[in-house]
């Protein structure tokens, strides 16, 4: 079956709507990791982003394509992470009920984040069917919309709006590159690169204990992982099959990274640019540096999708 991008208007018009709600994020370069990398490096710091993450702008963007009457019976979603978050925030920036589905084994800062964003939280066991069923369970009740973390064409239009502004800031990037986890953050930064960038790849980077993107995008249907045993906590979700056909159309490869070079590259970022990253942000520099010869004097856009890291647990 053929698959249609979404077109330039709509990437633009997220652009133009995000922009109010979410921080235009700074771009920094570091004359040390540039060095390392043989390249030229520019780093979209999502770090800074609204409760620390690219996901605010896809929460925000979903939430503003409701009607009235569907914000007033509000959102759900399921999420342990940086979603959860997301949504609450920019559910409470916009007036709007959420409901957020936490598995038990959430860490309590997480909990506590999503509350003081003012989510409402459901527990429910640590199985996905377990968080499917919960918000399945409050949709009935409540008739909230389901917003999915990375499977959602309108919350993919809202993280690509990241590389909107990167490419705003630096329109002759030779490649952007990207983590992956569930696929939302690349698809919407191949859309943006797509229709804003001058001759602009997007390639992808994952950890290899969890390569499923790698062995999707070879075999051309989404594959999964039976175990995820990463540093990277953020890049341990899959594909979806709304990201998955724009990825397939927009993304040239996917890097495989080991954990040995994503504490590496953590380590060096925190070190050399002053910054707190989280270890899935730092995939995409691990990934730069263990394929260097191919990027050598280019022009490379990173996002840096997030900073929200355990303190008590640090890699390194």
């Keep these: 079956m053929s698959f249609t991008l979404p077109p330039f208007k709509v990437v633009d018009t997220a652009a133009s709507l995000v922009n109010p709600y979410v921080h235009r994020t700074p771009v920094v370069t570091s004359t040390a990791l540039n060095a390392k990398a043989e390249t030229s490096i ?10 620390g993450a690219f996901k605010m702008r896809g929460a925000i963007h979903a939430i503003l394509q409701l009607s009235e009457a569907e914000k007033q019976a509000g959102v759900v979603t399921h999420s342990s992470g940086n979603f959860a978050q997301a949504l609450s925030l920019a559910a ?17 800062v997480k909990k506590e ?30 008739g909230a919309t389901f917003v999915h973390p990375s499977n959602d064409l309108n919350v ?6 990241a590389a909107v502004e990167l490419l705003q800031d630096h329109p002759n990037l030779d490649v952007i590159l990207t983590p992956i986890g569930g696929g939302g953050l690349i698809a919407g930064t191949a859309l943006a690169a797509h229709y804003l960038g001058k001759n602009c790849t997007t390639i992808g980077s994952e950890p290899i204990t969890a390569d499923d993107a790698y062995r999707s995008l070879k075999s051309g249907t989404i594959q999964t992982n039976d175990e995820v045993n990463t540093i990277a906590d953020g890049l341990r979700t899959q594909l979806g099959d709304q990201n ?34 989280e270890p899935s942000s730092a995939v995409p520099y691990a990934a730069l540096l263990a394929k260097k010869g191919r990027f050598r004097d280019k022009k490379v856009g990173i996002i840096i999708s997030g900073g929200n890291v355990d303190l008590q647990n640090l890699p390194f």
């Design 92 to 108: 409470r920036n916009l007036g709007v009920p959420a409901y957020i589905v936490m598995p038990e084994n959430a860490p309590t």
């Design 156 to 161: 993919i239009l809202g993280q690509g709006t």
């Design 113 to 142: 984040a999503v509350k003081g964003y003012g989510g409402i939280i459901t527990i429910c066991k640590s199985t996905l069917a377990a968080r499917e069923e919960a918000a399945v369970k409050i949709q009935d009740e409540t």
């Design 244 to 277: 998955f056909p724009i990825i397939k159309q927009l993304v040239s490869e996917i890097i495989r990274v080991e954990e040995s070079e994503i504490i590496e590259a953590t380590r060096l970022i925190w070190e050399r640019m002053k910054i707190i990253v």
């Design 42 to 51: 520019f780093f979209k710091c999502e770090n800074f982003q609204k409760m």
